[in-house]
T-cell receptor, first 109, second 118 residues
Framework: GQNIDQPTEMTATEGAIVQINCTYQ??????LFWYQQHAGEAPTFLSY??LDGLEEKGRFSSFLSRSKGYSYLLLKELQMKDSASYLC??????????WGAGTKLIIKP | GAVVSQHPSRVICKSGTSVKIECRSL??????MFWYRQFPKQSLMLMAT?????????EQGVEKDKFLINHASLTLSTLTVTSAHPEDSSFYIC??????????????FGQGTRLTVV
């Protein structure tokens, strides 16, 4: 079956760095997405990786290793507004998005 | 980024009535639209995929006659929850893509609709 695993919840301190991991097992691979979702709101796009390596976009970076079925989202200089759920999603061989359950990130002052 | 507008953002309806949710792509042509449902503390669940001008493709377990999807134009898709019941209460989210499903084109999400059936 298809499976996306990410931690349920993480806690970090304002100003610090946090890494959210995502491992996947899917039928084929056509890219991996990270989304941010605040409570009661729709997800917003953060990043897309289809090749191995690190993609940096401001305070957020995303890394992909296709051979390991592994990705992480790195958030630097954490701000209170970064408190949200972070969703990892993989596009499979049928170009369907398979979603992880999300990681709830709690930022403490 | 592109804008997808979903309306209404919140709706409360009586059991047995029908509710229509609209999803519009404001500044691009959405060849493909996706409808998701999300229960509290759970992942997004894809309900159906619709391509403009053709019938929607529903995921297994999603009732076609209960969740009517119409994608009549390249900028508008609607989801109608027919004969709603309290168990249909959920957060419904649409997303739109300019791709045809065979590309990595980013999908943009609407704001979501919180449906409460009483």
């Amino acid at each position: 079956g298809q499976n996306i695993d990410q931690p349920t919840e993480m806690t970090a301190t304002e100003g610090a760095i946090v890494q959210i991991n995502c491992t996947y097992q899917t039928s084929g691979f056509n890219g991996l997405f990270w989304y941010q979702q605040h409570a009661g709101e729709a997800p917003t796009f953060l990043s897309y990786n289809v090749l191995d390596g690190l993609e940096e976009k401001g305070r957020f970076s995303s890394f992909l290793s296709r051979s390991k079925g592994y990705s992480y989202l790195l958030l630097k200089e954490l701000q209170m507004k970064d408190s949200a759920s972070y969703l990892c999603a993989v596009m499979d061989s049928n170009y369907q998005l398979i979603w992880g359950a999300g990681t709830k990130l709690i930022i403490k002052p | 980024g592109a804008v997808v507008s979903q309306h209404p953002s919140r709706v409360i309806c009586k059991s047995g009535t029908s509710v229509k949710i609209e999803c519009r792509s404001l500044d691009f042509q959405a060849t493909t639209m996706f409808w998701y449902r999300q229960f509290p503390k759970q992942s997004l669940m894809l309900m159906a995929t619709s391509n403009e001008g053709s019938k929607a493709t529903y995921e297994q377990g999603v009732e076609k006659d209960k969740f009517l999807i119409n994608h009549a134009s390249l900028t508008l898709s609607t989801l109608t929850v027919t004969s709603a019941h309290p168990e249909d209460s959920s957060f419904y989210i649409c997303s739109a893509s300019a791709g045809t499903g065979d590309s990595s084109t980013e999908a943009f999400f609407g704001q979501g609709t919180r449906l409460t059936v009483v």
